[in-house]
């Protein structure tokens, strides 16, 4: 990948000096978190989609999640504080983080939000989260990328 090709995920993990490999694939945002993990041969509970929220106080959060699960805004309100959370409108997204739906990624948003990662992350020596671009994922430690969002990890996902 050409220095220019790099997105701010990949500029701001370099600034920290964090390893982490990128894997880019045909961009398509209609892809669901599942087809991307088989596009990239790997197993769904590795491969994490970032969902932004607004608390009942207008707080901003972010979850970090994998992608067949399904936020649990009840578990995600508890662990923020918050009464109760609500996902953002999709046309919100851009302004507010500087990604486009299918390309949120939790590092190098245009502001930092407190991060929540789900806790089964850490449990795997490496996970994929978007590039912050469509078509774009990238795979690093969980620890690494725990540190670089200064996430908390809890259980943020509906349980069957």
């Keep these: ?15 920290k000096k964090i390893s982490y490999e990128s894997h880019t694939y045909e961009p398509d945002a ?23 929220t607004q608390g009942k106080s207008n707080t901003y959060y972010v979850f970090v ?12 309100a508890k662990a923020a504080g918050e009464k109760s ?27 930092q939000f407190k991060t929540f990662i789900h806790e ?16 774009a994922q990238i795979e690093l430690s969980p620890a690494d990328l725990i540190s670089v969002t200064r996430s908390i990890t809890a259980d943020i996902i509906v349980n069957d």
Excluded: W
């Design 120 to 135: 089964t992350a850490p449990t795997y020596e490496k996970i994929y989260v978007s590039a912050g671009r469509v078509g």
């Design 30 to 52: 209609t892809l669901t978190g599942e087809e991307i993990a088989a596009i990239l041969n790997e197993d769904p509970a590795k491969v994490f989609k970032t969902l932004v």
């Design 65 to 76: 999640v994998p992608v067949k699960e399904e936020l649990d805004l009840k578990k995600a």
């Design 85 to 111: 959370i609500d996902m953002i409108k999709q046309k919100e997204l851009l302004p507010l983080t500087g990604y486009v739906h299918g390309g949120c990624s939790p590092i190098g948003m245009k502001k």
């Design 1 to 15: 990948m050409k220095a220019n090709d790099k997105t701010n995920v990949m500029r701001v993990l370099d600034a």
